[in-house]
């Protein structure tokens, strides 16, 4: 079945560790997106790429990277520079096309930091 | 600073009730309009897009739009306590970012 895969579910993390949440999917999708989603609160963009190679930052970029060597894959690294990353991640794909353009989500990962 | 406004709730019906969820944008370009479904601790997924003005409607669920207004709007008929969730509204903004509210958290009781 076609879908967005994210691994881990659940990951533990030591203060000053750099961490890599993956993000595959299948569904022939141009554009991915991470998000991260605090309790109570709705999605903020952390990265979005639209095409391989190409990225740009969304509005809270600081403290994370991203890269987008195949079109699959959208590995987001959470590095020691975040200085609050616990929060649950949220990975998603859609179609370049603009007249679309619904969001489909991976299961999510959350990340704590200890 | 683009921003995407709901009322967070909770909201609280009873079962067979009419839900009514209200979002407000403020990139008058936006063009795409969705509402996601998220359950507790759970990714969002997608229940209804809207692209034009006026209603669309699809089971019990009907997505209304006024880009007059910068207004869309979320109605569930016969309100079921499966429904129970958090309502995220979402704006396609006119450089295809996809900009969201914070969330109504909907409770239907029996």
């Known amino acids: 079945d076609g879908g967005i895969t994210q691994s881990p579910k659940y990951l533990f993390r030591k203060e000053g560790q750099n961490v890599t949440l993956s993000c595959e999917q299948n569904?022939?999708?141009?554009?991915m997106y991470w998000y991260r989603q605090d309790p109570g609160q709705g999605l903020r963009l952390i990265y979005y790429s639209q095409i391989v190679n190409d990225f740009q930052k969304g509005d809270i970029a600081e403290g994370y990277s991203v890269s987008r060597e195949k079109k699959e894959s959208f590995p987001l690294t959470v590095t020691s520079a975040q200085k609050n990353p616990t929060a649950f991640y949220l990975c998603a794909s859609s179609s370049r096309d603009r007249a679309l353009g619904e969001l489909f989500f991976g299961e999510g990962s959350r990340l704590t930091v200890l | 600073q683009k921003e995407v406004e709901q009322n967070s709730g909770p909201l609280s019906v009873p079962e067979g009730a009419i839900a009514s969820l209200n979002c407000t944008y403020s990139d008058r370009g936006s063009q795409s309009f969705f509402w996601y479904r998220q359950y507790s601790g759970k990714s969002p997924e997608l229940i209804m897009s809207i692209y034009s003005n006026g209603d669309k409607e699809d089971g019990r669920f009907t997505a209304q739009l006024n880009k007059a207004s910068q207004y869309v709007s979320l109605l569930i008929r016969d309100s079921q306590p499966s429904d129970s969730a958090t309502y995220l509204c979402a704006v396609k903004e006119n450089n295809n970012d996809m900009r969201f509210g914070a969330g109504t958290r909907l409770t239907v009781k029996p």
């Open positions: 569904l022939n999708h141009d554009a």
